[in-house]
T-cell receptor
Framework: QQQVKQSPQSLIVQKGGISIINCAYENTAFDYFPWYQQFPGKGPALLIAIRPDVSEKKEGRFTISFNKSAKQFSLHIMDSQPGDSATYFCAASMLKGGADGLTFGKGTHLIIQP | DSGVTQTPKHLITATGQRVTLRCSPRSGDLSVYWYQQSLDQGLQFLIQYYNGEERAKGNILERFSAQQFPDLHSELNLSSLELGDSALYFC??????????????FGQGTRLTVV
């Protein structure tokens, strides 16, 4: 059972454009929703994260939009740059109780064309 | 550099064998997590330890086991290896088991190839 569904699998965006990646979750007990960025040969690195008590969080060119009723959240990368080319993973976990292993989406391979 | 150290970086072994992967968490981090990354399954949570005790289990096979030692380093033991166990194995650590933030810092992974 895939608890976090991510789309698209791959995405090509022109430099300066907006990259949008979407995720949907099933478990309403999830209360922490991070996005991770992974470059080839490296481990995932936290990009930005949101809690369900807010609908949007922005950090620089990266914005998470969160829709609790629809159980969906998305990552927007504004003014996309070639250096943003990487694989992006959405994830979810339950902070309460301390058992907070991440459930990941399948990933989106993003290519920014110069 | 995340501060999480994993050894070895690469490991090639035969089917049926047993291997041990090692992880040193960031200084002061009490939680250690193990994840498996493969092309077909993606990134999957295997197990979490907090201050030496098992905290949560994910999709970890019975042939796999882990432990966290008093100095907080962790080992993941994989036995009776099968071809399908070939994957990247990541260790991550975080400062605490829950609360307002739970950023997990990932190591660079151990690439296991079973032949």
């Amino acid at each position: 059972q895939q608890q976090v569904k991510q789309s698209p699998q791959s995405l090509i965006v022109q430099k300066g454009g907006i990259s949008i990646i979407n995720c949907a979750y099933e478990n309403t007990a999830f209360d922490y929703f991070p996005w991770y960025q992974q470059f080839p040969g490296k481990g995932p690195a936290l990009l930005i994260a949101i809690r369900p008590d807010v609908s949007e969080k922005k950090e620089g060119r990266f914005t998470i939009s969160f829709n609790k009723s629809a159980k969906q959240f998305s990552l927007h990368i504004m003014d996309s740059q070639p250096g943003d080319s990487a694989t992006y993973f959405c994830a979810a976990s339950m902070l309460k109780g301390g058992a907070d292993g991440l459930t990941f989406g399948k990933g989106t391979h993003l290519i920014i064309q110069p | 550099d995340s501060g999480v150290t994993q050894t070895p970086k690469h490991l090639i072994t035969a089917t049926g064998q047993r291997v041990t992967l090692r992880c040193s968490p960031r200084s002061g981090d009490l939680s250690v997590y193990w994840y498996q990354q493969s092309l077909d399954q993606g990134l999957q949570f295997l197990i979490q330890y907090y201050n030496g005790e098992e905290r949560a289990k994910g999709n970890i096979l019975e042939r796999f086991s882990a432990q966290q030692f008093p100095d907080l380093h962790s080992e993941l033991n994989l036995s009776s290896l099968e071809l399908g166990d070939s994957a990247l194995y990541f260790c991550a650590s975080s400062p605490r088991r829950g609360g307002a933030t739970t950023e997990a810092f990932f190591g660079q992974g151990t690439r296991l190839t079973v032949v």
